[in-house]
């Protein structure tokens, strides 16, 4: 067997682990797993950071020739992709390029939200970018067994009550 | 026999890593970019009290001069003015402020620079020795309740020698510090002016 095979095989056991996890998984769980939800968290949280100078220099910002409108700009962008990947998470990859290139050039006008929130977006864009989802699908009957399995070794270790 | 179809998401280490390296480098370039020519977009000083700016001369273009009160280190609410010129050229620029370490002893932290650019300049100030010389000046009032706007002083240039200014806020569009030094010496104790 081929490196490239064995690597694959992992890949599907991997995948076969964690959808037998999910089977039984909350709503949420479910909801969280089928979007790329780390990465639209903190791109969220950095595009809050990046608004925090420009919006404390709101008084300044539509002054003309204001360089802290681009502040606001890019940290309002940066919110609205963050959200808008909870919902769309087939755009992952654009929404993870835009958010790096618009966490970098954060630091004109918002100080990338004292570098912290530059950092931040370039983690958040990066697992965005990384994001892929995949369907995978088993048979019910070999959930059941592992559930039955499962259910029976619950048992045989739960000490008899006297 | 039924079948159990779940979406599974998952990140790509590669693909996260090519990202994160890819974003890190960029945002390198950006820093070093700004770092080799000290210059700097939206840069605010202030929520951290007073702090003394000294300078030889500053040559101005676009000045105006408004009432402001605002928050200082020992006010909430501290009489002063708010000058704003359009561009700036300083020679002999010192930005000092003294700071109290967490042992008792005071220190002064100096930004230095032989000469400075700037544009789009606002500075909140509480004191301003200086001698002065301005041009096409204009000292305009207006019968309103917004006190910023009651009282204004504007001029074409300004041209201010041998300066020591108590400001409190300072926020420049773009700043340019040529040949700026950044260093940090002990002093007995915070320097007052009364």
Known sequence: MSRKEKRMIKRQQKLQKRHEKLANASRFTLWRNSRPFWGATLTLLAGLMILYIPIHLFALAFTPGSYAILGILFGGLILLIGILAYFYPQLSTLFGVVTIFLSVLSIMGALGGFLIGTIVGIVGGSMLVGWSAETVTISTDDIDQKKKKKVEGDQSSTPASV | ?194
Do not use: C, H
């Open chain 2, 1 to 194: 026999m039924g079948e159990n179809a779940l979406t599974v998401g998952q990140v790509a280490k590669k693909k996260f890593l090519i990202a994160l390296l890819a974003g890190f480098l960029a945002f390198g370039g950006i820093a070093a970019f700004f770092g080799l020519t000290t210059t700097a977009f939206a840069l605010p000083l202030g929520g951290m009290g007073d702090f003394y700016v000294e300078l030889e001369e500053l040559k101005g273009e676009g000045f105006r001069l408004q009432p402001q009160v605002a928050e200082t280190g020992s006010t909430d609410a501290a009489p002063m003015v708010r000058n704003m010129i359009d561009k700036v050229e300083i020679k002999g620029l010192t930005i000092y402020k003294d700071l109290k370490l967490p042992t008792g002893n005071w220190i002064r932290v100096n930004i230095k620079a032989p000469s400075a650019s700037i544009q789009g300049l606002t500075q909140d100030a509480q004191f301003i020795d200086a001698n002065l010389s301005l041009t096409d000046m204009s000292i305009e009032e207006k019968n309103t309740d917004d006190f910023t706007q009651n009282w204004t002083q504007n001029a074409g240039t300004i041209t201010i020698t041998d300066a020591k200014i108590v400001t409190d806020y300072l926020f420049q569009n773009f700043v340019s510090l040529n040949g700026a030094k950044i260093s940090i010496e002990s002093i007995d104790g915070p320097e007052v002016i009364e």
